[in-house]
């Protein structure tokens, strides 16, 4: 009677068979496939294009807007500009009786959703603004 092989047995035949069957392989395979295959450059498929060598833009004056930029952050700004955007934000929320929220300011002046938190903090602090309610129910009155 002949023992039934196991799955140990099994694998290690498969895998001899496969060693000797790549090896067969590369034998049968040029010089020239086979530097081809191993050079240490990256073949590039189809997808994403490669990056463009574009020139840094100009860095802004101290006085211009912030740069609006497609879903990245914001240039940094300064104290300067914040304030002057907080009085636009200030004559804008003092033309509504009931007050204004941060997305109704936001839509009103055409601004981002980034640019509010630190104008509406600094107006709070200076008390410039004032505010009723919490998170997005919060409602900015002129002080």
Do not use: C
Not at 66 to 82: C, E, F, M, Q
Not at 83 to 109: D, F, H, P, Q, Y
């Amino acid at each position: 009677m002949v023992p039934m092989p196991t799955l140990r047995d099994q694998l290690s035949d498969l895998s001899r068979h496969f060693a000797t069957d790549v090896l067969a392989a590369i034998r049968g395979a040029s010089i020239d496939e086979l530097l081809a295959e191993s050079s240490g450059a990256p073949r590039r498929g189809p997808g994403r294009p490669r990056a463009s060598t574009k020139v840094a833009p100009a860095a802004p004056r101290a006085s211009a807007p912030p740069k609006k930029t497609n879903g990245g952050r914001l240039a940094r700004r300064s104290r300067a500009d914040v304030e002057k955007v907080l009085t636009k934000v200030v004559g804008a929320v003092k033309t509504s009786k009931k007050g204004l929220r941060a997305e109704e300011i936001k839509k009103k002046l055409g601004l981002q959703s980034k640019e509010l938190p630190r104008v509406l903090k600094l107006g709070l602090s200076t008390k410039k603004l004032a505010s009723k309610g919490q998170k997005r129910a919060t409602t900015y009155f002129a002080a």
